[in-house]
Nanobody, 116 residues
Framework: QVQLVESGGGLVQPGGSLKLSCAAS????????MGWYRQAPGKQRELVAT????????YADSVKGRFTVSRDNAKNTVVYLQMNSLKPEDTAVYYC?????????WGQGTQVTVSS
């Protein structure tokens, strides 16, 4: 059974940094597209960043140049999201996602709050 567990969320001041981690188990993740999504109160869940097995990445325009997604190449079971220059509008619950064709798996989410 595939499980995704996020960690690393918290409260940070504007301009600060956080690094989220997603530990994956129960699957062969080197064939999955791994991604981060977020959902702010009253808004729909939106894509933040994805990384495919080859390592190619994709980012939402709102986070380009500030966020970096990466995966543990040795284990292929950990995905990271380094978030720099955080803004109040980055406040949301961040979810890890693993996708393979029509298969989709989600973590339980981790709260990120950017506030002074």
């Amino acid at each position: 059974q595939v499980q995704l567990v996020e960690s690393g969320g918290g409260l940070v001041q504007p301009g600060g940094s956080l690094k989220l981690s997603c530990a994956a188990s129960g699957g062969i993740f080197n064939v999955y597209t791994m991604g981060w999504y977020r959902q702010a109160p009253g808004k729909q869940r939106e894509l933040v960043a994805t990384i495919i097995p080859s390592g190619r990445t994709n980012y939402a325009d709102s986070v380009k140049g500030r966020f970096t997604v990466s995966r543990d190449n040795a284990k292929n079971t950990v995905v990271y999201l380094q978030m720099n220059s955080l803004k109040p509008e980055d406040t949301a619950v961040y979810y890890c996602n693993a996708a393979l064709g029509m298969l989709q798996y989600w973590g339980q989410g981790t709260q990120v709050t950017v506030s002074s």
